[in-house]
């Protein structure tokens, strides 16, 4: 199984970037499909974008599209979530997620399926 450790949180202004990164443990990673899911206080973690494995297809929640962009190496072991122009309400907890894919191409963006998680970092946008 996949283990995994994020890092890149912090605290910023609007308008500000910030870049996190998740680093992998084992082989698995290359056949997983790679997330990032937030939760901000008081509500439920929600998905942010997600790449699959082969092809490296993306997919993005309607309220970072346009700002985030993720990307994964192989080679390290890491997928990126570059953030843009960050408001106030991307303020949460980022968590990164791998699930295994038999299939190369898959994507999935229901966090219950994905079956390995890192501990989270912070990232605090202020106004």
């Known amino acids: 199984q996949v283990q995994l450790v994020e890092s890149g949180g912090g605290l910023v202004q609007t308008g500000d970037s910030l870049s996190l990164s998740c680093t992998a443990s084992g082989r698995a990673f290359s056949s997983s499909i790679m997330g990032w899911f937030r939760q901000a206080p008081g509500k439920e973690r929600e998905f942010v974008a997600a790449i699959s494995w082969g092809d490296y297809r993306i997919l993005y929640a309607d309220s970072v599209k346009g700002r985030f962009t993720i990307s994964r190496d192989n080679a390290k072991n890491t997928v990126l979530l570059q953030m843009n122009s960050l408001k106030p309400e991307d303020t949460a907890v980022y968590y990164c997620?791998?699930?295994?894919?038999?299939?190369?191409?898959?994507?999935?963006?229901?966090?219950?399926?994905?079956?390995?998680w890192g501990q989270g970092t912070q990232v605090t946008v202020s106004s």
């Open positions: 997620a791998a699930a295994h894919a038999a299939i190369p191409g898959l994507i999935v963006t229901t966090g219950s399926l994905y079956n390995a």
